[in-house]
């Protein structure tokens, strides 16, 4: 069984720009959060997508944004890129059903120059 | 919001040792996970604890949920090279719908053969 997959793994961007990262999650999941990482902050909760629907949000500002496509396949996007952007972020995904267990995938480096 | 506060923050150990990690939180949380992460990779699911007292064993991994859910920690017998990596807490909130991980700041495991 497939894991959660995340595109692109590694990227550089300059201030200013946007990125845009996939996720596909486990076949049968249906829902896909978002977090990131950071060796100063940790894992911090960015947004949970279920059913195509925001289901769940962190405390962070409106130029992250996400969506889910009707395969639960997700995509998040940062707008105006910060030097402060720059982390891991790691999607993961379950069934979606409370207590439902979470699997992540190996993650995107993002590096904000 | 939520925080868990994970100890200690790092350790150094000789190989066949045992290992004692934990995390408190000041808010109660419906689950407990416990992963480890290697460099350059996501975290994996070591074990999840869905009930107040729940002891669980994976392996040479044990883990237990506080009774007051407040808390919850990881041993880990006998350690080995490879378990070196860093080992995470996460409250599971499910409160409503939603589901979000609220995670510590991480246990750095070094393990001396």
């Known amino acids: 069984k497939a894991g959660v997959t995340q595109t692109p793994r590694y990227l550089i961007k300059t201030r200013g720009q946007q990125v845009t990262l996939s996720c596909s999650p486990i076949s049968g999941h249906r829902s896909v959060s978002w977090y990131q990482q950071t060796p100063g902050q940790g894992l911090q909760f960015l947004f949970e997508y279920f059913s195509e629907t925001q289901r769940n949000k962190g405390n962070f500002p409106g130029r992250f944004s996400g969506r889910q496509f009707s395969n639960s396949r997700s995509e998040m996007n940062v707008s105006t890129l910060e030097l402060g952007d720059s982390a891991l972020y790691l999607c993961a995904s379950s069934l979606g059903d409370v207590g439902n267990t979470i699997y992540f995938g190996e993650g995107s480096w993002l590096t904000v120059v | 919001g939520q925080q868990l506060n994970q100890s200690p923050q790092s350790m150094f150990i000789q190989e066949g040792e045992d290992v004692s990690m934990n995390c408190t939180s000041s808010?109660?949380?419906?689950?407990w996970l416990w992963y480890k992460q290697d460099p350059g990779e996501g975290p994996v699911l070591l074990i999840a604890l869905y009930k107040a007292g729940e002891l669980t064993s994976n392996g040479r991994l044990t883990a237990q949920f506080g009774i007051t859910r407040k808390d919850s920690f990881l041993n880990i017998s006998a350690s080995i090279p490879s378990d070196v990596g860093i080992y995470f807490c996460a409250g599971g909130d499910s409160g409503g719908s939603n589901y979000k991980l609220t995670f510590g700041k991480g246990t750095l495991l070094t393990v001396n053969p």
């Open positions: 808010s109660i949380f419906n689950t």
